[in-house]
């Protein structure tokens, strides 16, 4: 008796919904360019001033670094007092809202870190942080 056998259908991948969505979204860029063109087509005349100064990206923060023996270091270059107080000014005059990070020395005196708040203050600096280390453990 001969036995039937059965073909084993591969199984096959259904494209269909995919290929829909993406039909879907080249449609939606479509529309959303178009739109996007429109909006520049409008014939407007832009305000003109005198004093318009370009966009500039906000600056870095100023890192101070204060050491063991009290030497304070500004960029990589050690400063007295009065010329870190000085840097501190012009920064803050290029942009008030100037952060300033002060990463002091840990076995180091807190007086040298307390010199350098002092310093933030009279040169009016607003935004000061702390560096730290989370201790591990």
Do not use: W
């Not at 995919?18 to 080249?26: H, K």
């Not at 002060?102 to 007086?111: L, N, S, T």
């Not at 310093?119 to 000061?128: E, P, T, V």
Request: hydrophobic share 40%.
């Amino acid at each position: 008796m001969p036995l039937k056998t059965q073909e084993v259908e591969e199984p096959a991948l259904n494209l269909t919904p995919m290929i829909d969505i993406v039909l879907l979204l080249v449609i939606f860029f479509m529309v959303g360019t178009q739109f996007t063109e429109h909006e520049n087509k409008f014939e407007i005349l832009l305000p003109t001033v005198s004093d318009a100064q370009p966009l500039t990206a906000l600056p870095d923060e100023l890192i101070v670094n204060v050491a063991n023996d009290g030497s304070i270091f500004l960029g990589g270059e050690a400063k007295t007092v009065e010329e870190l107080e000085k840097d501190l000014r012009a920064a803050r005059e290029r942009y008030p809202e100037q952060t300033v990070i002060i990463r002091g020395d840990g076995p180091g005196p807190y007086q040298h870190v307390m010199t350098v708040l002092n310093i933030c203050n009279r040169a009016k600096i607003k935004s000061i942080q702390l560096a730290n280390q989370i201790k591990e453990g």
